[in-house]
């Protein structure tokens, strides 16, 4: 059984702030002065409607998307104008939304995660010099242990077109972990899994957080898993925030219940 409590570590994850991060596209604000703090080893949860600017908020943490203003800060460095390669560098790492491995093993896909951390330059791989034949050896090995952690060593040298869809969501999540980051954005790492696969992939989420000791922030329209995974819960709505708290706090919020079951719709127009 995992335990909710982080096994403590040697380097605690920095804390991750995002302050009044405002982004436009054309007359659309999609986020609108957006403030929020991910505790040092939490899970917190980024939720709302569809629409309301969460992924935008992961393209803005993660690099892909430059703010109009505001600032996100990881410990001391400013992520606000980096480009995505320097921000994984610093340890933030993200799964996207949409699957977006189809080709390779899966032992490849992580590969790709662990990019990153090549110290051996393209030269030395391609001449399979020493240095750079043990370096892959132990990329290797930190890919194998990623692998079992996520429950996919079974698949390890299976092509990822020949897995079940919720397997494909985990090769995604696991390569965001071979990049070993101190932050992992995880964006609807549940979405379109049947039940079994959800609670496995909550399940592994705890692991990884007590493994591992990062911090997780989570976008997930899966209130159940939001709230049994989260240690705090920030709520937006047309790109505004309108509720932060726990999750006891978030649930019963009079403006969080109105975004959600859209009680400004005349109750007359429900058949
Ligand atoms: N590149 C873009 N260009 C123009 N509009 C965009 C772009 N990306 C997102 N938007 C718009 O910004 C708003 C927020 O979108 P976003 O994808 O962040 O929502 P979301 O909360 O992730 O929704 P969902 O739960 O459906 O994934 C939406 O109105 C969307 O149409
Ligand atoms: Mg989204």
């Known amino acids: 059984m995992s335990t909710s409590a982080p096994r403590p570590q040697a380097t605690e994850p920095p804390e ?40 935008t908020c992961f393209n803005v943490l993660s690099g892909l998307c430059r703010p109009a203003s505001g600032t996100v800060r990881l410990g001391d460095a400013e992520l606000t104008r980096l480009a995505p390669h320097r921000i994984a560098a610093l340890g933030v790492a993200r799964t996207f939304q949409n699957i977006v491995t189809t080709e390779g093993t ?17 030269a030395a791989s391609a001449l399979r010099l020493p240095r750079a034949v043990r370096e892959q050896r132990e990329h290797l090995a930190k890919a194998r242990e990623i692998a079992e952690l996520t429950g996919l060593e079974r698949h390890f040298d299976t ?34 899994m049947n039940a079994a696969e959800r609670a496995r992939t909550a399940e592994t989420v705890r692991d990884v957080r007590a493994e591992l000791g990062l911090s997780v922030v989570l976008v997930e329209h899966d209130m159940g898993l939001v709230m049994r995974l989260a240690d705090e ?39």
Do not use: W
Not at 256 to 265: H, I
């Open 16 to 55: 991750l702030r995002v302050q009044e991060v405002t982004v436009r596209f054309a007359g659309l604000t999609a986020l609108d002065d957006v403030s929020f703090t991910v505790s040092p080893g939490s899970v917190h949860a980024l939720i709302g409607p569809n629409g309301a600017g969460k992924s």
């Open 106 to 122: 899966v032992a490849d896909n992580l590969m790709l995660g662990r990019h990153v951390h090549s110290r051996a330059g393209f």
């Open 159 to 192: 092509p990822v077109a020949l897995l079940s869809y919720g397997d494909r969501k985990r090769v995604e999540f696991a390569r965001a972990l071979c990049l070993e980051p101190s932050v992992l954005l995880l964006d609807e790492p549940v979405a379109g």
């Open 233 to 271: 819960v920030t709520v937006l709505d047309f790109g505004r925030r309108i509720a932060h708290g726990t999750p006891d706090e978030v649930r019963g919020d009079p403006e969080v219940l109105r975004a959600y079951l859209g009680t400004e719709t005349p109750q007359e127009d429900v058949a």
